[in-house]
């Protein structure tokens, strides 16, 4: 199997949850600034969770760049992922309209953390089925960016409980380290195109 067929799927699954996170945004009552106030933190979650839909979205289509077949094996880790990237409108509508209250905002960490645990699964299933020249395995080497991201997820599931801000801070952080394009796979690209 080609891997058009699940960029295809990954990207209907990606469109829908981010339309159902935009639909929890609710019109404000009233026309000054201060109407938007009671908005503001349901609007700050779509914010980060949109950010980090779409840098799972860039990652995916990286990684699928590289991967020569699709395997079952592909295909059941890649649900995975759907299935936890699927619960962040949930959590995240949970987290916003409890002004970053310390459950939900434990839970979205644990969204988070086994989001970043099954794309690592997903990774790992595709080195496995590219053989020991997997064009992925040569660009990603042991993903230490994505070990320390569910590590600082980790963090900031308990972090809740003691302060939210702390916790949302790491998820921030988390992002942001991500969302600078990760050259590895692109460099990959490069030194390919330069070969042919």
Known sequence: MRNDRINAFSDGVIAILITIM????????????????????????????????????NNHHHMLALTDRITG????ANLHLRFWLSLLPFVTGWMGENHFAAL?????????VLAGVSYYILEQVIVRSQGPSSRLKAAVGNDAKGKISVVLYVVAIPLAFVNQ????????????M?????KRIEQRFRREENRD
């Open 104 to 112: 939900p905002t434990a839970l979205y960490g644990v969204v988070l």
């Open 165 to 176: 801000i702390f916790s949302d801070a790491l998820y921030v952080a988390v992002a942001l």
């Open 73 to 76: 094996g592909i295909l059941w």
């Open 178 to 182: 991500w969302l600078i394009p990760d």
């Open 22 to 57: 935009v639909l929890e945004l609710k019109v404000p009552h009233g026309t000054d600034v201060l109407a938007l106030r009671g908005v503001l933190p349901v609007f700050l979650a779509y914010v980060l969770s949109f950010v980090v839909i779409a840098i799972y979205w």
